[in-house]
């Protein structure tokens, strides 16, 4: 079994965006991918007000493949929180996405520490865009989570390509916090995180459809790690986090 923890579904033509879940199910039914959490591009509220209720729609459409991720702007206060409620309570959302470098907005401020709190809350999972962006950086994250410690945070990307020894270091210190795979095209990189923090907090992400998934889980194969921690990476971790039956 492979749970991807970190894909896209949102259709936006005026951005470019056309990935719906149909093609989305596709690229994972190629790649062999048996569920995938999902996210938009876009950030709730500011976005299409139906948002959510396009996600939500798209997961029931393939019931046990895809699970679905609130992406939120703080910049809206207590609308990102009531749209974040909405999110759990009425559609069943599993999870919160936040990329601070489309909002411009420091990961440990008090908009964005309200988020964690309220994820804290529900018991669900954060994952945040975690690379060598402003705003994005590691250590960045580890403020919100030294406000929030309680939040299960899934920093993603490893890092990105120059902060992964950072990024290893805040995982260390903080025991809530985990890593994806995605994006990151060193598979060395990903032998180091299973060495420095062991299988069980890296997780499986391929950002697709922006990359292949293909790649990724050769990726994943080409650091050798084994049969039992590629399990863990590829599918145990995520069920446990996510709180799923992945058997």
Same mark, same amino acid.
């Given at each position: 079994?492979?749970?991807?923890?970190?894909?896209?579904?949102?259709?936006?033509? @005026?951005?470019?965006?056309?990935?719906?879940?149909?093609?989305?199910?596709?690229?994972?039914?190629?790649? *062999?991918?048996?569920?995938?959490?999902?996210?938009?591009?876009?950030?709730?509220?500011?976005?299409?007000?139906?948002?959510?209720?396009?996600?939500?729609?798209?997961?029931?459409?393939?019931? *046990?493949?895809?699970?679905?991720?609130?992406?939120?702007?703080?910049?809206? $206060?207590?609308?990102?929180?009531? +749209?974040?409620?909405?999110? &759990?309570?009425?559609? *069943?959302?599993?999870?919160?996405?936040?990329?601070?470098?489309?909002?411009?907005?420091?990961?440990?401020?008090? #908009? +964005?520490?309200? @988020?964690?709190?309220?994820?804290?809350?529900?018991?669900?999972?954060?994952?945040?865009?975690?690379?060598?962006?402003?705003?994005?950086?590691?250590?960045?994250?580890?403020?919100?989570?030294?406000?929030?410690?309680?939040?299960? &945070?899934?920093?993603?990307?490893?890092?990105?390509?120059?902060?992964?020894?950072?990024?290893?270091? &805040?995982?260390?210190?903080?025991?809530?916090?985990?890593?994806?795979?995605?994006?990151?095209?060193?598979?060395?990189?990903?032998?180091? =995180?299973?060495?420095?923090? $062991?299988?069980?907090?890296?997780?499986? $992400?391929?950002?697709?459809?922006?990359?292949?998934? =293909?790649?990724? @889980?050769?990726?994943?194969?080409? #650091?050798?790690?084994?049969?039992?921690?590629?399990?863990?990476?590829?599918?145990?971790? #995520? #069920?446990?986090?996510? *709180?799923?039956?992945?058997?």
């Amino acid at each position: 079994m492979i749970i991807d923890a970190h894909a896209h579904m949102d259709e936006c033509p @005026i951005r470019g965006y056309y990935d719906p879940p149909e093609k989305v199910v596709r690229i994972m039914d190629e790649a *062999g991918i048996d569920m995938a959490v999902v996210s938009a591009y876009r950030n709730a509220p500011e976005a299409d007000p139906h948002i959510l209720e396009y996600v939500a729609r798209g997961a029931a459409k393939f019931p *046990g493949r895809l699970i679905p991720f609130a992406r939120l702007n703080p910049r809206y $206060g207590d609308g990102a929180l009531e +749209t974040l409620d909405r999110a &759990v309570n009425e559609f *069943g959302f599993r999870g919160v996405k936040l990329h601070p470098a489309s909002y411009n907005l420091i990961p440990f401020g008090e #908009a +964005t520490v309200r @988020i964690f709190k309220r994820a804290a809350d529900y018991g669900i999972p954060l994952l945040i865009h975690c690379t060598d962006e402003g705003m994005c950086l590691p250590l960045q994250v580890e403020m919100a989570m030294e406000r929030s410690p309680e939040t299960k &945070v899934v920093l993603a990307h490893l890092g990105g390509f120059f902060h992964t020894e950072d990024v290893l270091r &805040v995982c260390l210190r903080r025991p809530n916090a985990y890593v994806d795979t995605s994006e990151i095209p060193n598979a060395k990189k990903v032998r180091l =995180a299973v060495e420095t923090l $062991g299988a069980e907090r890296v997780l499986f $992400g391929t950002d697709l459809p922006t990359d292949n998934p =293909a790649l990724e @889980i050769h990726k994943i194969k080409a #650091a050798g790690l084994g049969k039992e921690a590629e399990e863990l990476i590829f599918h145990k971790n #995520a #069920a446990r986090l996510l *709180g799923i039956d992945a058997a």
